[in-house]
């Protein structure tokens, strides 16, 4: 940090309150009946700033306490987090909260093939039925065939993708997640009725959630002895609709398998981008296919379907013993 900052003094204050065994008296200064006024008041950056320059160290970061961004140490980075008492941030997310009300967001089928037109239908504001966020366009019965074939002609092909290399695709992935965290706020508030502290809090989850998979499979993975499944089903909830939608998908890939994602009806924009971020970061279109629609016709027509290798759910107790 810039020599004088206020984030280098205070790392500073908490290494010699460490040394010194945080003195009860140095810490509670007012408690001291018999402490002059004047040092009861004095700024506390100049008395930081004299007590390096009388040592000669100044700024010197405690050994261990790591910097948030180096939180899980070599493994992978920690998410980048936003900080709402900030005005210039806040700002920012009324920008782009203003922004994501100019033009619609669509969601439709991400295949590996074209996808047969759908009426498009409106997708509103929980929180206020005036606002139309965008449309989706379900998937039909001939989607969900057509990408089933798919992702059964792709399986072995994404399984003997190398981990490290499945591994880098999500860290990329990640990436772009975490640099369009301000653009996915807002469609997090108007899709899925989120708050900002709720939205940036998902949109951290998603990307820690694919560093964290990314780092296991290039940690313990080999093609040799951790073999696929196939075709996996992803079904995600509307409360989560980035955060789990994304760590299913993230997982299910590491691991090898190509994905058939299926997310809650209610929130299929937030999905959209997810898909598409993924597919921008160079996950094969055939290793990963989204399918918005309804649990009992979409859903279910997935999970029945015998090419169908394994399912990762997140919802009811009924729906998943359905």
Same mark, same amino acid.
């Given at each position: 940090?810039?020599?004088?900052?206020?984030?280098?003094?205070?790392?500073?204050?908490?290494?010699?309150?460490?040394?010194?065994?945080?003195?009860?008296?140095?810490?509670?200064?007012?408690?001291?009946?018999?402490?002059?006024?004047?040092?009861?008041?004095?700024?506390?950056?100049?008395?930081?700033?004299?007590?390096?320059?009388?040592?000669?160290?100044?700024?010197?970061?405690?050994?261990?306490?790591?910097?948030?961004?180096?939180?899980?140490?070599?493994?992978?980075?920690?998410?980048?987090?936003?900080?709402?008492?900030?005005?210039?941030?806040?700002?920012?997310?009324?920008?782009?909260?203003?922004?994501?009300?100019?033009?619609?967001?669509?969601?439709?089928?991400?295949?590996?093939?074209?996808?047969?037109?759908?009426?498009?239908?409106?997708?509103?504001?929980?929180?206020?039925?005036?606002?139309?966020?965008?449309?989706?366009?379900?998937?039909?019965?001939?989607? !969900?065939? +057509? /990408? $089933? #074939? %798919?992702?059964?002609?792709?399986?072995?092909?994404? *399984?003997?993708?190398? =981990?490290?290399?499945?591994?880098?695709?999500?860290?990329?992935?990640?990436?772009?997640?975490?640099?369009?965290?301000?653009?996915?706020?807002?469609?997090?508030?108007?899709?899925?009725?989120?708050?900002?502290?709720?939205?940036?809090?998902?949109?951290?989850?998603?990307?820690?959630?694919?560093?964290?998979?990314?780092?296991?499979?290039?940690?313990?993975?080999?093609?040799?002895?951790?073999?696929?499944?196939?075709?996996?089903?992803?079904?995600?909830?509307?409360?989560?609709?980035?955060?789990?939608?994304?760590?299913? !998908?993230? +997982? /299910? $890939? #590491? %691991?090898?398998?190509?994905?058939?994602?299926?997310? *809650?009806?209610?929130? =299929?924009?937030?999905?959209?981008?997810?898909?598409?971020?993924?597919?921008?970061?160079?996950?094969?279109?055939?290793?990963?296919?989204?399918?918005?629609?309804?649990?009992?016709?979409?859903?279910?027509?997935?999970?029945?379907?015998?090419?169908?290798?394994?399912?990762?759910?997140?919802?009811?107790?009924?729906?998943?013993?359905?």
């Amino acid at each position: 940090a810039p020599v004088g900052s206020h984030d280098t003094l205070l790392a500073y204050l908490v290494r010699r309150l460490l040394e010194n065994g945080a003195n009860t008296s140095f810490v509670h200064r007012i408690a001291d009946a018999g402490l002059p006024l004047e040092a009861l008041v004095e700024d506390p950056v100049r008395t930081v700033q004299a007590a390096a320059a009388r040592e000669g160290v100044f700024g010197a970061p405690h050994p261990a306490i790591p910097l948030p961004g180096a939180l899980y140490g070599a493994a992978r980075a920690n998410s980048r987090g936003l900080d709402l008492a900030d005005e210039t941030q806040l700002a920012a997310l009324g920008r782009a909260l203003q922004a994501s009300t100019a033009g619609a967001w669509q969601a439709a089928p991400l295949l590996a093939c074209e996808a047969r037109p759908q009426p498009p239908q409106p997708l509103r504001n929980p929180a206020d039925a005036r606002d139309v966020v965008g449309t989706v366009q379900e998937a039909s019965a001939d989607d !969900v065939q +057509a /990408a $089933l #074939a %798919a992702a059964t002609a792709a399986a072995p092909r994404w *399984a003997a993708e190398a =981990p490290e290399r499945r591994s880098a695709l999500l860290d990329a992935a990640a990436a772009r997640l975490e640099a369009d965290t301000e653009r996915l706020c807002a469609l997090l508030v108007r899709e899925a009725g989120k708050t900002w502290s709720n939205g940036v809090a998902e949109v951290r989850e998603a990307v820690d959630f694919l560093r964290y998979y990314a780092a296991e499979a290039r940690r313990d993975f080999d093609n040799a002895t951790h073999r696929p499944l196939g075709p996996v089903v992803c079904i995600s909830p509307w409360n989560f609709p980035l955060a789990i939608f994304t760590g299913q !998908v993230g +997982a /299910a $890939l #590491a %691991a090898g398998n190509t994905v058939l994602a299926k997310p *809650a009806e209610q929130t =299929p924009l937030v999905a959209a981008a997810a898909v598409r971020a993924l597919h921008a970061a160079g996950v094969p279109r055939d290793a990963l296919q989204l399918l918005p629609g309804r649990g009992e016709t979409v859903g279910a027509a997935l999970v029945a379907d015998a090419r169908v290798q394994g399912v990762l759910f997140t919802g009811s107790t009924d729906v998943a013993r359905l």
